[in-house]
C-alpha cells in the first residue's frame, strides 16, 4: 500500500434508503480501516437483518486497484457490487465501506434496475456522510540521553508532534506521533539525536 498525506473518507457511519416496486435497498456506509473491520461489520449487518434477500457491498482500503473489491450476494453478475463501488470512487473515497441490504418486494426489477437501485441506495448513504479529509498519523519511537531532553523538547513543540507517552530516565524512551505530510521533516531533525 503507497502511503499518501491525505485522503478523503467519512467521518461516521452513514444510512441510506431507495426504495422501487416494493423493494426496499437500505445503504450504509462506514468508515474502516481493514478486512477484519469489514467481516465484522458484514457479521453484523446478517444478524440485524436475518430476513434480508441480500447484502452486496464493496469496499476500497487502499489506493491502488487492488485495494478496492466488489460482492454480488447472489444478485446477477456486476447489478449490485460494481455500482455500488462505483459510488464509492466517483467520491474519491478511501478506507470505505459500504453495504446495501436488499428487502425483496416481489417484482423483478431486472439488471437496469438493479444497477440503478444499488447504485441510489449506496449515494444516499453516502449523501448522509460526513465526508472529511484525514491525514493518517505515523507513531515513532525514539529512545535518547537524558542530557538531550531539552532539545527533543524544543522539536516536539517546533514540529507539529505529539508526545503519546514518555518515560525519562537516564536512557529516555517517548513515542510520538506526528501526520504522514511532516514525517520527513520530523525524521530528520529527530534522527540527530534519537537512537531507535
Known amino acids: 500500500m503507497s502511503k499518501q498525506d491525505s485522503y478523503l473518507t467519512i467521518a461516521s457511519p452513514s444510512e441510506g434508503l431507495y426504495k422501487d416496486k416494493g423493494s426496499k435497498f437500505i445503504g450504509m456506509a462506514y468508515p474502516v480501516k481493514d478486512l477484519e473491520e469489514i467481516k465484522s461489520r458484514l457479521q453484523e449487518l446478517a ?48 478506507y470505505v465501506f459500504i453495504a446495501v441490504i436488499r428487502y425483496f418486494g416481489g417484482t423483478l426489477l431486472g439488471v437496469p434496475g438493479l444497477i440503478h437501485a444499488y ?14 479529509e484525514y491525514e493518517p498519523l505515523v507513531e515513532e519511537a525514539i529512545q535518547f540521553a537524558y542530557s538531550e531532553l531539552n532539545e527533543v523538547m524544543k522539536i516536539c513543540k517546533k514540529l507539529p508532534i505529539r508526545i ?29 539525536i534519537s537512537r531507535h
Open 47 to 94: 444478524i440485524l437483518h436475518p430476513k434480508a434477500r441480500h447484502i452486496c457491498y464493496a469496499y476500497r482500503l487502499g489506493f491502488s486497484p487492488e485495494d478496492a473489491r466488489s460482492n454480488d450476494h447472489g444478485e446477477p453478475s456486476g447489478s449490485a457490487g460494481k455500482p455500488i463501488l462505483n459510488t464509492i470512487l466517483s467520491q474519491q473515497l478511501h
Open 119 to 132: 447504485k441510489e441506495a449506496s449515494l444516499d448513504a453516502l449523501t448522509q456522510a460526513e465526508i472529511i
Open 164 to 192: 503519546l507517552n514518555q518515560k525519562i530516565d537516564n536512557l529516555c524512551t517517548f513515542n510520538l506521533s506526528f501526520t504522514q505530510r511532516n514525517a520527513t521533516e520530523v525524521m530528520k531533525a529527530l534522527e540527530k
